[in-house]
């Protein structure tokens, strides 16, 4: 299933949010849905609008609402058809379908699958000489996938270093101008790793490597196949003689905390910490049913997603909740969100989600970010990601202790990328 997943700009004055990409296609039916780029708030017809509020509170809790959700489909297309008294009625019969609802059936996981590495180029930091940065390539569901591997250039023999997987945001690679920041998570004594994801070229902007941009096998899928990426990805490195194994911590934004918190939970135990920054789509529900409502518009992929039966689509969003798998979470977490733009579907899952961890006993750390924005971490120079990366590097040293204890010295975080030669160049 296509995705959607970008910078927000314009909502809330973010610089993140999400985009569909093109081909996306939309379920016959939903297409005056699709017309408004953020929901106009206004159902016409009262009887699929009293359909629509019943379904929210079951949908939400991750119930079997199949039956009632297809007459919501099939009313939809009645309607679009100009059959509005057929849909009126298909709508009220939905409304006598949500009694003695069940839970979803249970998630049907598969073995984690297992990744190894080929070196594909070699990199360096300019303003951080100490910190090597190689390109990999692994395969993962048959699939060619890309990442970056950066650790210390200088390791002390027959060490292991504890292991950070890094989990960007959006859906355009991993940003250039952030691989200073991992370098320093690096000099604190981590390894570090970060996929680009299914579907995605490595870099933004664009790096030649053997005389081409190299782009991920694959179609992005919106936290399913992208887990998958993250959980063969993190194998691989324990292959390494470097890094410790069995072992590792999460540090993610938007969207890729959303699929590092998935990954942590799939890992169990041996997920020792994670921290996330604006996790998007941490309740999928939440954020469906904003589109069957009118609302906030923050899934702009949910039309093509749709068009799967009803069937798969609730299996799917399950399988891609962290709020309906939050039982298999077995590490301490750090829940960041940025404060300046509450009230939003990011709030809202963030207080479903803590409800769960609250009535499962879990240990988080919820920390609303004075003056945050949703790409906080990304502007690293400002005092909100200060704010946030003090508090950070102090949670990481206490649930998942770097080798060493030195700090990083400052030395700004907008270092170029210089590229070796014999292997790749920037365009």
Known sequence: MKACRTWWGIL????????ALAGDSVRPGLEPLEKYSYGYGLIE????????????????????????????????????????????????????????????????????????????????????????????????????????????????????????????????????????????????????????????????PKVLIDGKALTCEGEIENLEGEVNDCLSMVKAAWKLPYVRPDEFAMVG??????????????????????VSYDAWLVNPQRYYWDRMNRGANNWLSWADFCNQDVASQLAGLKKRSIILNANMLQCPMLLFMGGAYEGSVFHLSHDDFRKVLDKLGKSYVYDLIPNGVHNTVLYTESEPARYALKKQQAFLKRHFPPLASEEPKAEGNTAPLKVDAQNAAQP
């Open 12 to 19: 809330w004055g973010l610089a993140l949010m999400t985009a």
């Open 45 to 204: 017809n009262a009887d699929e609008q009293a359909l629509v509020r019943a379904l929210k509170e079951p949908f939400l809790k991750g119930l079997n609402v199949q039956a009632a959700m297809q007459a919501w489909f099939d009313g939809r297309l009645q309607s679009s058809q100009g059959k509005e008294e057929a849909a009126t009625a298909t709508w009220k019969r939905g409304l006598t379908l949500l009694d003695n609802l069940e839970e979803l059936p249970p998630t049907a996981w598969g073995p984690i699958p297992d990744g190894s590495f080929r070196v594909r180029a070699s990199f360096t930091l300019s303003e951080k000489p100490d910190v090597a940065l190689d390109v990999v390539e692994w395969t993962v569901d048959g699939l060619k996938q890309y990442g970056v591997l950066l650790y210390p250039v200088k390791r002390k023999p027959e060490v292991r270093y504890p292991l950070i997987l890094y989990c960007h945001g959006a859906a355009f690679g991993l940003s250039l101008g952030f691989m200073p920041w991992l370098a320093d998570v690096v000099r604190m004594g981590y390894v570090v790793i970060g996929p680009a994801m299914r579907g995605e070229e490595l870099f933004t």
């Open 253 to 274: 934004h938007s969207f890729g905390a959303g699929v590092g918190l998935l990954t942590a939970a799939r890992f169990g135990a041996k997920a020792k910490a994670v």
